[in-house]
């Protein structure tokens, strides 16, 4: 009879370790699954930031871009009025270059990219940035990578032509 008492309680003894270890062990888990759910919103938080700046700094470099293309503008009303003669085209080199040239814009990516990779783990309260930023990068930003294409394959045609039919066009440094 005391050997079976002894080995009740050797065995409610070994239960209740199990049990402990056991809980032990579910605590330190959701503690890790807490902190790494903690260190990736900062990582989410930090991109956001990132791109706010990239958006920021691509405002900021629009605005000489607006500029030129508003003076290019103003070119163009006058060629289309005629109200321009060859001394103007020859002592103005923004003429020269009026159909050919243009100003291009870089837009920064490897943020977004970097956050979509956190794709369903951002909070709710992001969602309709998220809309706005799928929206940009993934379909204008293509169209300005397109145009930047489209233009940079335009001016190396035009400059071949040009070099093969205007004499002395190496020359003018345009």
Do not use: C
Not at 96 to 119: A, Q
Not at 140 to 165: D, S, T
């Amino acid at each position: 009879m005391i050997r079976s008492d002894a080995i009740g309680k050797y065995l409610i003894y070994v239960i209740g370790e199990i049990l402990i270890v056991t809980i032990g062990i579910f605590i330190a888990i959701q503690l890790n699954n807490w902190n790494e759910k903690q260190k990736t919103n900062k990582t989410i938080e930090n991109v956001f930031l990132e791109i706010q700046t990239n958006l920021e700094n691509n405002r900021d470099n629009l605005k000489p871009r607006i500029k030129w293309y508003e003076e290019r503008d103003s070119f163009i009303k006058l060629v289309k009025e005629r109200k321009l003669n060859f001394e103007d085209y020859k002592s103005n080199k923004d003429l020269l270059t009026l159909i050919n040239f243009y100003s291009s814009l870089k837009i920064e990516k490897s943020r977004y990219f970097k956050l979509k990779n956190y794709l369903g783990q951002t909070k709710p309260k992001y969602d309709s940035i998220m809309l706005k930023l799928n929206v940009l990068y993934d379909q204008i930003v293509p169209l300005n990578e397109r145009y930047e294409l489209v233009m940079e394959n335009f001016n190396h045609r035009m400059h071949e032509r040009w070099a093969q039919n205007m004499t002395g066009f190496q020359n003018q440094g345009i």
